[in-house]
């Protein structure tokens, strides 16, 4: 079972646009962590907010995290044709840290 | 650095026939995962370690035995191969909670075909 779901599943842009992706989890977390994977390539880190932190910031990246509707958002800001990806969230609940990641959001900049 | 590498890239397997995918990280990682990815859905975890000479099952752990004899080697064996074994396999690695780690460093990926 999946514990995160990301809404949408797709997004198609315009470069220069903004992308919001949104994450809901069903059970208590430690904290929520988004990565990108490009096609074909394995995933990497973008940004992780602890259950205690309602927003964080890192250079175009936006996270915020409502604990009581269980729910994230990550926000990209001007996006560029290089943010083309799949974005996925993963949440870390306990021992070892387990992530649980969602289906994910492929997100399509056009230039 | 490397970073987390993992050996083979591709492989086809015939229904039954077994083998042993190979992650090696070279940042001193006490945390190692294996996890499946399959079209459309995020990643599940297979089996994951917390150290040296332990391991643990993930969510998805049928069909799969892990080993973790050396602190940066983690394989991942199919010990009779199933077409619903066909999936891309990644292998990631983590500092402990203890040092402070959370991410997770991901490897390439092993697209694994079985006919």
């Known amino acids: 079972s999946q514990q995160g779901e990301e809404d949408p599943q797709a997004l198609s842009i315009q470069e220069g646009e903004n992308a919001t992706m949104n994450c809901s989890y069903k059970?208590?977390?430690?904290?929520l962590q988004w990565y990108r994977q490009n096609s074909g390539r394995g995933l990497v880190h973008l940004i992780l907010?602890?259950?205690?932190?309602r927003e964080k910031h890192s250079g175009r990246l936006r996270v915020t995290l409502d604990t009581s509707k269980k729910s994230s958002s990550l926000l990209i800001t001007a996006s560029r044709a290089a943010d083309t990806a799949s974005y996925f969230c993963a949440t870390d609940a306990g021992h070892g840290n387990k992530l649980v990641f969602g289906a994910g959001t492929i997100l399509r900049v056009k230039s | 650095n490397a970073g987390v590498t993992q050996t083979p890239k591709f492989r086809v397997l015939k229904t039954g026939q077994s083998m042993t995918l190979l992650c090696a990280q070279d940042m001193n990682h006490e945390y190692m995962y294996w996890y499946r990815q399959d079209p459309g859905m995020g990643l599940r975890l297979i089996h994951y370690?917390?150290?040296?000479?332990?391991?643990a099952k993930g969510e998805v752990p049928d069909g799969y035995n892990v080993s973790r004899l050396k602190k940066q080697n983690f394989l991942l064996g199919l010990e009779s191969a199933a077409p619903s074994q066909t999936s891309v396999y990644f292998c990631a690695s983590s500092y402990s909670r203890l040092a402070g780690g959370n991410e997770q460093f991901f490897g390439p990926g092993t697209r694994l075909t079985v006919l």
């Open positions: 907010i602890r259950s205690n932190e």
């Open positions: 059970t208590s977390i430690n904290n």
């Open positions: 370690s917390v150290g040296e000479g332990t391991t």
